[in-house]
């Protein structure tokens, strides 16, 4: 199975980020592959092909981090890009309160995971809410340029309350990637 670890957003979140997305889409006509309203998601870990006697490890290393961590609230805010705006291969909307939050109960999930059998991510973490990302003969200083129109922090500024963890199971089609949340542990009110 093909797993990852996430913080899934609420629907009324969705609804209200896929507002503003929806203007984006209209502008920053490219070569882009959008991120479908209902995959939007905040990875925490991506764990790849997964050992069914692994499972059980996992979501015990969930349950544990959500008796650790509170809830929070969790501010999205302005539009960025990886590498970076000049050369948006990944359109992302970052994030600004409760950053601190969502880093903490990665740096821990990472620490643990390892102990599951999954190999440490070596690169810093940046929680994100992908958008987008550009596909082969993209012109990126044509969406570049459409970009950073919207790069205005206040352009899009959303909260949502973190309120679980969840493990996910992602299945690969032609028409793109489908979700379906597997396990999920709440963390403390």
Same mark, same amino acid.
Request: no cysteine; hydrophobic share 45%; charged share 30%.
């Given at each position: 199975m093909r797993l990852f670890i996430a913080i899934n957003l609420p629907e009324q979140t969705k609804n209200l980020l896929a507002d503003k997305v929806s203007i984006l889409q209209r502008e920053i006509r490219g070569n882009l592959k959008w991120v479908e309203k209902n995959n939007w998601h905040l990875t925490l870990k991506f764990l790849g092909e /997964?050992?069914?006697?692994q499972i059980k490890m996992i979501k015990k290393?969930?349950?544990?981090l959500a008796d650790k961590w509170q809830q929070a609230p969790l501010q999205f805010r302005g539009i960025a890009a990886f590498p970076h705006l000049n050369n948006p291969r990944v359109i992302f909307i970052g994030t600004e309160e409760g950053r601190d939050l969502v880093t903490g109960i990665q740096a821990d999930?990472?620490?643990?995971?390892v102990k599951c059998g999954f190999q440490a991510e070596n690169r810093p973490y940046h929680p994100h809410? /992908?958008?987008?990302r550009s596909r082969r003969n993209t012109d990126?200083?044509?969406?570049?340029?459409?970009?950073k129109r919207y790069t205005d922090p206040n352009f899009i500024n959303i909260y949502m309350q973190v309120e679980k963890i969840s493990l996910m199971k992602s299945e690969l089609h032609p028409e793109g990637p489908v979700y379906e949340e597997l396990f999920s542990a709440y963390l403390q009110e």
């Open positions: /997964t050992k069914e006697n290393t969930i349950s544990t999930l990472e620490a643990e995971i809410l /992908t958008l987008a990126m200083k044509k969406i570049a340029r459409k970009l």
